[in-house]
């Protein structure tokens, strides 16, 4: 097997440049910031040369790059992408930078601790989407919780420490469950295989043969952990405390990658690892998806903090998500996929301008604002901008995902019900009134709040920060081919995991390890 470097620079750039940054001084802020900008951009420029030499034709796993690391149990430093892990490592890259970016003026306490957390929690995102072994894959999932229990809990609002104790709370409980679940399936792999293993492509051939009773339960352990992460309904409450409490930059990465682990876990992992229960489990988490649209749109209609009903947002949007993946066709799985992309872009963007308007006025209620179409006129078309993706407009990202996912969902031979998508579709709606209801009161009408007056407009670094993720907004809205075609062939594959899992026999699959 040919060795590629590539994934092992990527996670190495920000994990050697966040430990440079504490080598200097606090009292240089600014160049502490530049560096971070520094180093968070070579890491994109990176999975650009990633992006150019991936070969989308070819399912496999490539840029694989496999080492020894704990010989007696035969767990190994594993990475490799394939098209869906590729799209989510390239957004993580992306935002990274230009989140860093945003919070230039907003962070100005601890700006070495806070730039060394946010980049070892780049380090974690990156490390979730490229891990091909389980042991390693947990090792960055648990990792990445730490530096976003700070950044929330030391620079976010008054709240802070309780919505970061919650976050935390939550996703270690789930995490502990998929311990518990790695822990078993790689005991399990000594039958089939003659030794104790937590590759994932390996699992790949053995899992799909455990036991109904046993994969039931193996599914619903790796489940609930990642249920809890995208947040899918009854498991949302610590979304919204943790999106209002963090600091701009935190619910931006929040909203656009942190999420994404949890619908990229289910895709990953439960649909090829357990096949059988995921079709049995599939219906019933269809219904939690679509209500968490339904609710989620619901909620977010009558928050009074902008913040708040961003938040709520999400839980609407990836219950789309969840519903595509577990449409299990592939344009539901697709759509899934470029949805992830899509709101990390669009909601990113919405939570971006919230903090630009908090930064100059200090509030979050909607009825604070009023009239400000004509103060910070290009602060309204962005924010419009922002909405209209979000809420699914044709020409624009949002509207691919939705439509593929409803398609999916409509033809899916698992559900078999065309309800999932007509209440699913409500949700569109919902959207657009939550959304454009919300811009009304922000921007329209007459200027009632004397501290408005003099409100200053985006400036040249807000702009910047802005305008590529418009651009990619308005790219994959008229032409979502370019990145559709990198996900095409392993959203196939997936879909080949389910309904037709590997099935080797334990004695064959003795001999081809053997072999190797």
Do not use: C
Not at 25 to 38: D, T, Y
Not at 46 to 59: E, R, T
Not at 112 to 117: A, M, Q, S, V, Y
Not at 219 to 239: D, E, G, Q, R
């Amino acid at each position: 097997m040919e060795q590629n470097s590539l994934l092992t620079y990527l996670i190495l750039i920000p994990l050697i440049g966040s430990f440079l940054i504490l080598f200097f001084k606090k009292e240089q802020a600014n160049l502490i910031r530049i560096a971070a900008l520094v180093i968070s951009t070579i890491a994109f420029l990176l999975s650009l040369v990633i992006y150019f030499q991936f070969d989308s034709a070819n399912s496999d796993f490539q840029f694989i790059n496999k080492i020894e690391w704990i010989k007696g149990l035969n767990i190994h430093y594993h990475v490799g992408v394939d098209g869906m892990s590729l799209l989510l490592v390239l957004l993580t890259t992306f935002l990274t930078p230009l989140t860093l970016l945003s919070s230039w003026s907003s962070i100005d306490n601890k700006v070495k601790e806070f730039t060394f957390f946010f980049l070892m929690l780049e380090v974690g995102m990156l490390g979730v989407f490229i891990s091909l072994d389980l042991f390693l894959f947990y090792i960055f999932w648990e990792a990445m919780l730490i530096p976003m229990y700070f950044i929330i809990g030391i620079w976010g609002g008054k709240e802070r420490v309780y919505a970061a104790v919650k976050f935390f709370i939550y996703t270690m409980f789930g995490s502990l469950l998929m311990l518990v679940a790695i822990v078993w399936l790689a005991v399990y792999a000594i039958g089939p295989l003659g030794y104790f293993t937590t590759n994932l492509i390996e699992l790949y051939s053995v899992a799909p043969q455990i036991p109904m009773n046993i994969q039931i339960w193996m599914f619903l352990a790796f489940a609930f952990s990642f249920a809890i992460k995208v947040p899918l309904f009854p498991l949302h409450t610590w979304l919204p405390d943790a999106h209002v409490q963090a600091p701009t930059a935190g619910s931006v990465i929040l909203a656009g990658v942190l999420l994404k682990m949890g619908t990229y876990g289910l895709l990953r992992f439960n649909l090829p690892l357990f096949p059988e229960a995921s079709i049995l489990a599939a219906p019933y988490i269809s219904v939690l998806a679509v209500i968490g649209i339904i609710y989620g749109a619901l909620v977010a209609m009558v928050q009074t903090d902008v913040k708040k009903l961003v938040a709520y947002s999400s839980v609407s949007h990836l219950g789309f998500v969840v519903l595509g993946i577990f449409a299990m066709t592939q344009e539901s799985i697709q759509g899934a996929v470029i949805q992830m992309v899509n709101h990390g872009l669009s909601t990113g963007a919405l939570f971006l301008l919230v903090g630009v308007i908090y930064e100059r006025t200090h509030t979050r209620e909607i009825s604070d604002y009023g009239g400000i179409a004509k103060l910070v006129p290009v602060f309204s078309f962005a924010l419009m901008f922002a909405s209209l993706s979000s809420v699914g407009l044709p020409g624009l990202n949002g509207f691919v995902g939705e439509f593929l996912i409803l398609l999916g969902s409509f033809q899916s031979p698992i559900l078999n019900s065309w309800w999932f998508t007509v209440f699913a579709a409500s949700g569109v709606i919902f959207a657009a009134v939550y959304l454009l209801w919300m811009y009304q009161r922000v921007v329209f009408g007459k200027v009632t709040n004397p501290k408005l007056e003099g409100l200053k407009d985006m400036n040249a670094r807000e702009i910047f920060v802005l305008a590529p993720i418009f651009i990619l907004i308005v790219w994959i809205g008229i032409y979502p081919g370019t990145f559709l075609k990198v996900s095409d062939r392993s959203t196939a594959k997936v879909v080949k995991q389910i309904y037709n899992p590997i099935k080797v026999s334990p004695v064959e699959l003795g001999l081809n390890q053997s072999k190797k």
